[in-house]
């Protein structure tokens, strides 16, 4: 750049732990104790002594609660201890992350985990491959949706398919709403108001920024926003619009379990569950997707979806 500058001072970095018998207010210390299990200790969290313990917390930290589930399992399943070494490193500097063991009938053992949200997951996708060296097979992302039951006084909290109750004992099902703000050019506002409507969106809001940009506010499920919106919001804008949400609550929903039979079984990997009256055409895309990917045969393979004992 051609710039001069005059050198007022110049010092050492000195990087290093230096002990010292106490920590004080205003120090940037740390401290060893021999802590084994990663999930003891929480980012944000308060520390204090067991003789003279602190009445309350310090302000600030908040539980990380996941909203996107999915599962993770190795390509090949004698890979299963090296995923679960990786899971362990990534947990180490990912705190938001959270998993339990799982295991699928087609896919072996594996994990179920919980993200902050898709671009969480993708994250976590992408440093397992790259980080890790790992070749994973993650199922559809799913939400936790809030299930009561005949005779239970207390809702359960499924986010699995494998875990969906009989229909004829669910009485009330309800998913999780988000609060959606969408900054865009006044150009794309008529083809994104219709995009978010079809995802079952309804306008709460309307705001002009400028004479150039308009924020949209919608009221949407969750489960809508984990396929392929983003991408649709992106194309539709031609990239200019952003999109940020937040949970607001849980809503009444209708919601069924989409199996997906290869020759006439059930394969627990490819279940979901989904918004009722979108369940033919989300299963006849998995059905033309799988169609395509699976290897021809001499013989003809039955691809199928299902709710309950009925083809659709």
Not at 116 to 139: C, D, K, P, S, Y
């Amino acid at each position: 750049s051609a710039a001069e500058y005059e050198v007022e001072e110049t010092g050492l970095f000195k990087l290093g732990l230096a002990k010292t018998s106490e920590l004080k207010a205003g120090d940037v210390g740390y401290f060893i104790a021999g802590i084994k299990t990663v999930s003891d200790v929480r980012v944000g969290d308060t520390v204090t002594g067991v003789d003279n313990p602190a009445s309350c917390a310090l302000p600030g930290f908040r539980d990380v609660k996941p909203v996107v589930y999915s599962s993770i399992y190795p390509m090949d399943t004698a890979d299963y201890d090296e995923l679960k070494v990786a899971m362990d490193k990534l947990k180490l500097n990912d705190a938001s992350l959270v998993f339990e063991k799982d295991s699928s009938v087609a896919l072996g053992f594996g994990f179920r985990c919980g993200f902050l949200g898709m671009l969480h997951l993708e994250v976590v996708q992408e440093r397992l491959e790259r980080e890790h060296n790992q070749a994973i097979i993650m199922t559809a992302p799913s939400v936790r949706y809030r299930l009561t039951l005949s005779r239970s006084e207390h809702p359960i909290i499924i986010d699995n398919p494998a875990d969906y109750p009989d229909p004829s004992r669910i009485e009330v099902v309800e998913e999780p709403y988000i609060k959606a703000h969408i900054i865009t050019p006044l150009a794309y506002i008529g083809n994104l108001i219709t995009l978010c409507i079809n995802k079952r969106g309804s306008q709460t809001g309307f705001t002009h920024l400028d004479e150039k940009r308009v924020e949209l506010v919608f009221e949407m499920p969750l489960a809508e926003v984990l396929f392929d919106f983003y991408d649709k919001l992106k194309s539709t804008s031609r990239g200019y619009a952003s999109f940020d949400y937040e949970i607001i609550d849980y809503r009444v929903t209708d919601l069924v379990k989409l199996d997906i039979l290869i020759n006439g079984k059930p394969v627990d990997a490819l279940a979901q569950l989904v918004y009722k009256p979108s369940a033919q055409d989300r299963g006849r895309k998995v059905c033309e997707r799988l169609k395509d990917s699976m290897d021809r045969q001499q013989f003809k393979i039955a691809i199928q979806a299902a709710i309950g004992g009925s083809i659709i």
